[in-house]
């Protein structure tokens, strides 16, 4: 089988002995190539180890956006109880969103589901700390745990008749 055509011209002192792009180089081109030889059923000539890494950090990266939607909605959560005279719209519409995030990443990853409760447990140190900063309070003001359970965190109503006028 005849080498893929791989698009772009790599940089001077970026292509390995292969003539192709080196991971360490430049990544956008590098996966490029790794797409066409691969589409091109050249698994021989596949950066494997780099290939694996790359997956491998993509994973990371959607249980990174589950710990992020989670540690945002966490943070209103506290800061609505413990700050009723400060309620705001915003916090709602932020609880809103960060319960439709968690909703889609989890319809698009739903192997991390048996990973929720640790991506819970890692986000809420972080969820404390910026609610305490955001209130102005010591960070022993609000629990050293998670106070909410899971029916909380995605079903508990919010009303805007609460938020100060």
Same mark, same amino acid.
Not at 9 to 29: H, I, K, M, V
Not at 153 to 160: E, M, T, V, W
């Given at each position: 089988?005849?080498?893929?055509?791989?698009?772009?011209?790599?940089?001077?002192?970026?292509?390995?002995?292969?003539?192709?792009?080196?991971?360490?180089?430049?990544?956008?081109?590098?996966?490029?190539?790794?797409?066409?030889?691969?589409?091109?059923?050249?698994?021989?000539?596949?950066?494997?180890? %780099?290939?694996?890494?790359?997956?491998?950090?993509?994973?990371?990266?959607?249980?990174?956006?589950?710990?992020?939607?989670?540690?945002?909605?966490?943070? %209103?959560?506290?800061? #609505?109880?413990?700050?009723?005279? %400060?309620?705001?719209?915003?916090?709602?519409?932020?609880?809103?969103?960060?319960?439709?995030?968690?909703?889609?990443?989890?319809?698009?990853?739903?192997?991390?589901?048996?990973?929720?409760?640790?991506?819970?447990?890692?986000?809420?140190?972080?969820?404390?700390? #910026?609610?305490?900063?955001?209130?102005?309070?010591?960070?022993?003001?609000?629990?050293?745990?998670?106070?909410?359970? #899971?029916?909380?965190?995605?079903?508990?109503?919010?009303?805007?008749?609460?938020?100060?006028?």
């Amino acid at each position: 089988m005849a080498e893929p055509a791989l698009k772009g011209e790599p940089t001077e002192g970026a292509t390995s002995r292969s003539g192709r792009t080196r991971y360490e180089d430049d990544l956008y081109t590098w996966v490029q190539e790794q797409v066409a030889l691969l589409r091109a059923g050249r698994v021989d000539a596949l950066d494997v180890e %780099h290939i694996a890494e790359e997956l491998e950090g993509l994973s990371k990266s959607e249980f990174a956006k589950l710990q992020s939607a989670l540690r945002v909605l966490v943070m %209103h959560m506290l800061k #609505w109880d413990q700050q009723p005279e %400060h309620r705001t719209p915003s916090w709602i519409f932020s609880i809103r969103e960060q319960r439709r995030r968690y909703a889609r990443i989890l319809s698009s990853n739903p192997g991390l589901k048996p990973r929720i409760d640790e991506a819970l447990g890692d986000a809420y140190p972080d969820a404390r700390d #910026w609610a305490a900063d955001e209130t102005h309070l010591p960070p022993d003001e609000f629990p050293s745990e998670c106070p909410y359970s #899971w029916d909380d965190i995605l079903q508990r109503p919010f009303d805007f008749d609460s938020v100060k006028k």
